[in-house]
């Protein structure tokens, strides 16, 4: 009996030292006097001033990003040889052969963070916002053979406010994606991540402005600062417009859905532009307005696509393709006497011979295809495997030819994409006259990108 009692009498003993171990913190959060209070409002401001914090309680805040990051090997060769430039005049590309690796910054799914929140204004209308900013200082894209870094420039991607109602649609006013943006792009396997998509392609100017290639490039108009306006959605149906810059308008209708096991997603977008800064690849084109001078040309874009998955096999495919062309009497820069054209990072190229269009530009093209398997695998998370393949063909006669092979392992545990693709460009021409020179262009590239 006295030992039980003496054995409780030391429990509660030492449940009293370590009490006062903590240094008082328990007395004083049962303390309900003023003192309690204060310390409580002295730590609420210590987390305050560590943490995000609102503006106001009206309006929700939210912040995330991503950060993806990869090794590239590439290996590029052109053809040297003489060509024509103009009706007389005759130039000299050197032959060269080179290969390397880099640490990039995937243009796939860049690293980036932003804001984003909303309001309840009635039971039906909501207002919101979203700031994105993405900053990559080794954009895969457009490194180059003698530049392991490419631009080291941020770039707003997002920056709008919106209106949105169920039964009327969403509007948004801003820098934000036009009806187009992301049309070529529409992926229901996840594999985008690892070069497996129809643009922002790694090594795009390596082909474009040292082996003197095509521009990789799927027509979309992308991020302009714009007035869009969505329907809601009927039936997995979504049409979208929008209008901006000086002068763009696009219109472009989406499908999301599932029939008999499968997953669809898919759409269609039609565009227009003048505005040789938005959309025209960094000013192909020149106006033939008599004296060779420049203005406000304008092209038309047609494109799209369509992405499927049978969900119990995990089977997929994807397509997408598209045009664009000059609407009026427009010339490339090329030929015009005097002027060369530009690459897609603005780098002057040489010009060459007048064609048989007459000197207009021809329509541009692209198509693009992938399938694949997706299965889970391993515990981690899902792996899908996949083949690819396509061609470009642009306003000046430069066209490629590609396949290509890629993993991707989804860690679901930390929001995480590991991925390996390859690519192999073969037949690359340059569209001069003779023909020469011409290139081949191989790429790994390997890395992940992590979610927060």
Known sequence: MFGGLLKSTSIIALTAVAGLAVGGVGAKAA??????????????????????????????????????????????????????????????????????????????????????????????????????????????TKVRKDNDEGDDLPEFRQAHW????????????????????????????GTNIADGMSSS??????ISDDILGPALENFEFNRRNIVRYDTPTFAGFILSAAWGEDDIWDVALRYAGEWWGFKLAGGVAYGQATDDTASLGDGAYTPSNGDGGRG??????????????????????????????????????????????????????PGKNPNSNGGNCDAEWFWFAKAGIKQRWWSIGSTALFGMGGEHYDAIDRSTQYWGL????????????????????YDIDTGYTPAVPEGDFQTVVAGGRIKF
């Open 201 to 206: 392609q790694a090594g795009a100017a390596i």
């Open 31 to 140: 303390d309900l006097g003023g003192d309690c209070c204060a310390d409580l409002e002295e730590r609420v401001a210590e987390l305050e001033a560590t943490t995000a914090r609102k503006g106001n309680r009206k309006v929700s805040l939210t912040v995330y990003g991503q950060v993806t990051t990869a090794v590239m090997f590439w290996d590029a060769s052109r053809t040297g040889g003489t060509f024509n430039r103009g009706l007389a005049d005759r130039n000299t590309v050197d032959r060269f052969s080179e290969n390397n690796v880099y640490v990039v910054d995937p243009q796939t799914s860049g690293t980036r963070f932003g804001f984003k929140g909303d309001a309840k204004i009635t039971h039906d209308w909501s207002a919101g916002y979203r700031l994105e900013l993405q900053w990559q200082n080794a954009d895969a």
């Open 406 to 425: 890629g993993v991707v392992q989804k860690v679901d545990a930390a929001a995480m994409d590991l991925y390996v693709s390859y690519r192999d460009y």
């Open 162 to 189: 919106y209106l949105k109602s169920q039964t009327f649609g969403k509007i948004r006013v801003g820098q934000a994606d036009t009806a187009n943006s992301g049309i070529a792009e529409i992926d229901v396997s």
């Open 296 to 349: 406000e040309p304008s092209i038309e874009v047609l494109n799209g696509g369509l992405s499927m998955m049978h969900v119990p096999t995990g089977l997929f495919a994807t397509g997408s393709g598209g045009q664009r062309k000059a609407t009026g009497t427009v010339a490339c820069d090329d030929f015009v006497p005097g002027v060369a054209a530009r690459s897609p990072s603005g780098n002057f190229i």
